[in-house]
Structures are given as C-alpha cells and as structure tokens.
C-alpha cells in the first residue's frame, strides 16, 4: 500500500487519467441502463459522471501533508446545503424542460442521485487543506467577475456569429434554431437548463477534473497548447459510454477523427478561459454549461460553420497569449506545490514537501 501510496504522490498526473477512467468506465454500464430506462442505477450514472472530479479529490486526499483543518460540523453543513440546491435543479430541469411529473418517490430517488454532485462541491470545504485549496475556486466568484460573464456568453456569441457567417456564406438559413419571443418564462428556463449543465456534470464532474485538476499539474511542466493537446487525447474518450448510450457511431473511426478536430478547439478555449480567469474551476464550469445550453436553444444549428468559427478564436487565443509558451512558475493556473504548505507555515516551521508528477 505505501508503494502504491507514493506512486500516486510521485505520479498524479497520470493516476488522475488511471482513476478518472477506472471510475467512469467502471461504472459505463448504468449510463446504457439508465438511457433503457433502469433508473434505480442512475446514482451510479452520477458516480462516473463525476469521475474526473472525484478522481482529483482523491489524489489530492492521498497527496496531502497538512493535518486537518476546521470542524465536522462546517463540512456537513456544506454538503447538506449543496445537497439540497443540487437536488431542486435536478427537479426544476426534470419538471419544467423534460416534463417530468414531479412525485414523492422522485424526489426521495433524486436525493439520492445528486450526492456525487453534493460531495463534490461540499469539498471545497473539506477538512483537508489540499483538497479544500484545489475546490476553493470553483464556489468563489471573488476576483474573477469580468471572465465569469465572459464565460456566460462567449460560446452563444460564437453561435450568433456563426449564424451571422452562415447567412453572409448564402447557406440556407433555416439551419438556424430560431428563439421564441423572449419572455420570463424563456429566461426561466434558459437559467434552469444553464444550472442543471453546471451541476451536472460540466463544472461539478468534468472541469473540477479536466481543468481544474490536470490543467494546472501539466502546466507547471508544458505549455498550455501542449497540455491542450494532451487532455484533448483523453476528455473525448472519456464519454465512450455515455456517447454508445445515445447511439453515436462510436465503431467508426471517422467519428472519433472528427469528434477529435472538432473538440480540440473547444479545449483550447475552456483552457484559456480557466488560465485567463487565474485558474477558476467556477469560470472554466461556467463556459462549459454555457456551450451546452447554447447547443440546446439552437439544435439545428449548422454545425459546419460553428465548428469553423470556434476554431477561429481558438487560434485567436493561441496567438494573443502565446499558448505555445510555458507559462510562468507563479501564475496562478499553474500547480505550485508548496501554495498549501504555506498557507500553514506559521504552524509547521518544516512542513514536508508535495510532489506532483
């Protein structure tokens, strides 16, 4: 076990990829279940959709060196709370955009689904400092407001743009969704879907992973393109399961060609954002739940033209901020080893030092 203890410490990076898949895999078979209608195995569906996340708790767990910090009661009280708002955006979703009738047994059985996403979250007050430092920034909002509203609207003006090109391209504009009147009640809806995108699983599953977890790691060695490059190998073959569950043609090499170009841009963008942002799961969960709301408002949209827009600004970023460069040791999207130990020097004059790769 210490062997395998220090692995962990010496090697997180690549157990983070180990656990991510191991957890998420492992449990594939509920995604297809749940899709055929066995819901009693969606509580596991929620396990290995947060499979990035809890992967990164865990290693982070396993890699810290600070004694605990704070009071039993705080954390639950942290859960109890994210448990309960977690739980009414999963009902607001089910009950006002898929029509679901609401029930007592959907309620008790929705209590139960949504504690992967509760413990997720309550972890960015989690008694272990190295734990709590990594989730810190995806519950604050503190500093980072400008690129948080950046994130709100940057994938829809991409869409409008891209509809705007589809237009001056004289491609038949019907392939555009067009918006119903806007009203309250579509505003209502567009914030329920939004929440529900970032509470399951775009922020609280897959950015506290993916960006939040082996972003900052990789980048404290590589480039952000490269480290780009990298995730983009493993994010895409991470939704296997969920993707044969919808009945994509997963046994085709031409949809992972294509699925690979056409998400590498959106990689690069959700990697910029986070870096621009200081490093902030909230923002780079906020981006990603935006795009999928957008997706949802404009289903038809003319996919083509998207791609190639998004992958415009992509190289946009790429250029403006040198992503090809490493960034700088202290930039605070870069993992920094000793950030925990210091926050408690005055207590430990010789705290043990946290290796990372």
């Known amino acids: 076990m210490n062997k395998i203890t220090h692995w962990i410490k010496t090697h997180q990076v690549g157990a983070f990829f180990i656990f991510t898949f ?77 029509r679901a009738p609401l029930s007592p047994v959907m309620v008790g059985f929705t209590l139960v689904s949504v504690a992967p996403v509760a413990l997720v979250i309550s972890m960015a007050h989690s008694r272990v400092p190295a734990v709590k430092s990594y989730l810190s920034s995806l519950i604050r909002l503190r500093g980072v407001w400008g690129y948080f509203f950046l994130a709100i609207v940057l994938t829809p003006v991409l869409v409008l743009l891209s509809i705007l090109i589809n237009s001056l391209l004289g ?44 972003l900052p790691k990789m980048q404290s060695i590589i480039s952000p393109l490269v480290a780009c490059l990298v995730i983009n190998i493993f994010w895409p073959l991470w939704h296997l399961f969920p993707w044969i569950a919808e009945g994509r043609p997963v046994f085709s090499l031409g949809y992972w060609a294509r699925t690979y170009l056409e998400l590498l841009p959106g990689t690069v963008t959700l990697c910029w954002i986070y870096n621009r942002s200081k490093g902030s799961i909230l923002v780079a ?73």
């Not at 279940?33 to 996340?53: E, M, N, Q, R």
């Not at 579509?186 to 992973?209: D, H, P, R």
């Open 285 to 357: 969960g906020t981006a990603h739940a935006a795009a999928n709301t957008a997706y949802w408002l404009f289903p038809n949209l003319d996919w083509t033209v998207f791609n190639w827009t998004v992958a415009g600004a992509a190289l946009v970023m790429i250029l403006v901020d040198r992503m090809w460069k490493k960034l700088p040791s202290d930039n605070p999207a870069v993992y920094q080893a000793a950030m925990v130990e210091e926050s408690y020097s005055s207590r430990d004059p010789e705290p043990n030092s946290l290796k990372t790769i």
């Open 171 to 214: 491609r038949q504009t019907s392939t555009s969704h067009p918006l119903p009147e806007i009203n309250l009640a579509l505003i209502g809806l567009i914030v329920v879907k939004f929440l529900y995108q970032f509470f399951f699983f775009n922020a609280t599953g897959e950015e506290a992973g993916w960006r939040g977890f082996a």
């Open 22 to 98: 191991v957890i998420s895999w492992g449990l594939g078979f509920s995604y297809l279940a749940v899709y055929k209608g066995i819901v009693f195995l969606a509580p596991l569906a929620f396990i290995a959709f947060c499979g990035p996340a809890l992967a990164g708790v865990i290693i982070t767990a396993v890699s810290n060196t600070q004694p605990k910090q704070g009071t039993k009661r705080s954390y639950w009280i942290a859960f109890l709370i994210a448990w309960v708002v977690s739980a009414l955006i999963f009902l607001a979703n089910n009950t006002f955009i898929n």
